[in-house]
């Protein structure tokens, strides 16, 4: 019966705007189940990777934009993503960097041009395929919920692909337990790159303080996130290796994340004690 408690109504909606559901509590709240979504992807010579990774996305029944950041791919993975652009026009979009300029860039400036695009979910995705892009639908099902939702190969049902070397496995995992240890937080897989975030969340979110590049912008964002008391969820995933192109992962990048930790723990030291108070307010 309408209006019962926990009831779900599909909302309609013109041709090529969002079908939203929506979801009534028992407080009368109406909360988002489908969003409009923009899939942040950073790129560099990812010219074999991209197409495929393209195509499974739009094959998703979620209403999703793609935008590409790419640095000046050597392998013309800028140019391919221009083509993908004029095939999809209105869903697809590609943001030219000159070089090589780190994740933490990549993502803010994806994350602000998404959200002047009216993006109400953001996606972080890496272009290898090593993400599995129907995952996403899950995670869009726990956004309910939740303020981010992590693809996590550290909770239960989570894994890592079977041919990884010994020492990556080992020193993924310490990482992250490493992590856990010095920030006193319990995401699992904080250096996971697969993500969903809400857009008022990272709004509420001081990201001008974000320094960290490279795999420890994964563990300042969620440890930021968790400070600022935001609902942090992790669904399981498993993390295939790359098949086609260079992975970009070495032994020097992890060691040099795991000291990098101890910056992050230092950094928010007055947000420890503000906690939701430190969120910033628009």
């Given at each position: 019966?309408?209006?019962?408690?926990?009831?779900?109504?599909?909302?309609a909606t013109r041709p090529g705007h969002a079908s939203i559901t929506r979801?009534?509590?028992?407080?009368?709240?109406?909360?988002?189940?489908?969003?409009?979504?923009?899939?942040?992807?950073?790129?560099?010579?990812?010219?074999?990777?991209?197409?495929?990774?393209?195509?499974?996305?739009?094959?998703?029944?979620?209403?999703?934009?793609?935008?590409?950041?790419?640095?000046?791919?050597?392998?013309?993975?800028?140019?391919?993503?221009?083509?993908?652009?004029?095939?999809?026009?209105?869903?697809?979009?590609?943001?030219?960097?000159?070089?090589?300029?780190?994740?933490?860039?990549?993502?803010?400036?994806?994350?602000?041009?998404?959200?002047?695009?009216?993006?109400?979910?953001?996606?972080?995705?890496?272009?290898?395929?090593?993400?599995?892009?129907?995952?996403?639908?899950?995670?869009?099902?726990?956004?309910?919920?939740?303020?981010?939702?992590?693809?996590?190969?550290?909770?239960?049902?989570?894994?890592?692909?079977?041919?990884?070397?010994?020492?990556?496995?080992?020193?993924?995992?310490?990482?992250?337990?490493?992590?856990?240890?010095?920030?006193?937080?319990?995401?699992?897989?904080?250096?996971?790159?697969?993500?969903?975030?809400?857009?008022?969340?990272?709004?509420?979110?001081?990201?001008?303080?974000?320094?960290?590049?490279?795999?420890?912008?994964?563990?300042?964002?969620?440890?930021?996130?968790?400070?600022?008391?935001?609902?942090?969820?992790?669904?399981?995933?498993?993390?295939?290796?790359?098949?086609?192109?260079?992975?970009?992962?070495?032994?020097?990048?992890?060691?040099?994340?795991?000291?990098?930790?101890?910056?992050?723990?230092?950094?928010?030291?007055?947000?420890?004690?503000?906690?939701?108070?430190?969120?910033?307010?628009?």
């Amino acid at each position: 019966m309408a209006g019962s408690p926990g009831l779900h109504r599909v909302v309609a909606t013109r041709p090529g705007h969002a079908s939203i559901t929506r979801s009534h509590t028992r407080s009368g709240r109406r909360r988002l189940q489908l969003l409009r979504i923009t899939v942040v992807i950073p790129t560099y010579n990812e010219i074999e990777n991209l197409p495929r990774l393209v195509k499974a996305l739009f094959s998703l029944p979620l209403d999703l934009k793609i935008l590409v950041v790419d640095d000046g791919s050597a392998d013309g993975t800028g140019r391919l993503a221009d083509e993908l652009a004029g095939l999809h026009r209105d869903r697809f979009s590609v943001l030219h960097r000159p070089a090589k300029g780190g994740l933490r860039s990549a993502y803010l400036e994806g994350f602000r041009l998404a959200m002047q695009g009216g993006a109400e979910a953001i996606a972080q995705m890496d272009a290898d395929l090593s993400h599995q892009p129907e995952v996403l639908q899950v995670m869009c099902g726990r956004l309910n919920e939740c303020d981010v939702v992590i693809g996590s190969r550290y909770v239960v049902g989570g894994s890592v692909d079977q041919s990884w070397a010994a020492w990556r496995k080992a020193l993924s995992a310490f990482g992250n337990l490493y992590s856990r240890a010095i920030l006193g937080f319990d995401v699992r897989d904080s250096t996971s790159g697969y993500r969903l975030w809400r857009s008022e969340t990272l709004r509420g979110m001081p990201l001008e303080r974000v320094r960290a590049s490279g795999y420890v912008f994964q563990v300042e964002m969620a440890y930021l996130a968790t400070l600022l008391e935001y609902k942090v969820c992790e669904v399981p995933i498993h993390f295939p290796d790359r098949r086609l192109g260079r992975s970009k992962m070495s032994l020097a990048i992890q060691a040099e994340a795991a000291m990098r930790v101890l910056q992050v723990w230092w950094q928010y030291r007055d947000l420890r004690r503000q906690g939701g108070r430190g969120r910033t307010t628009l």
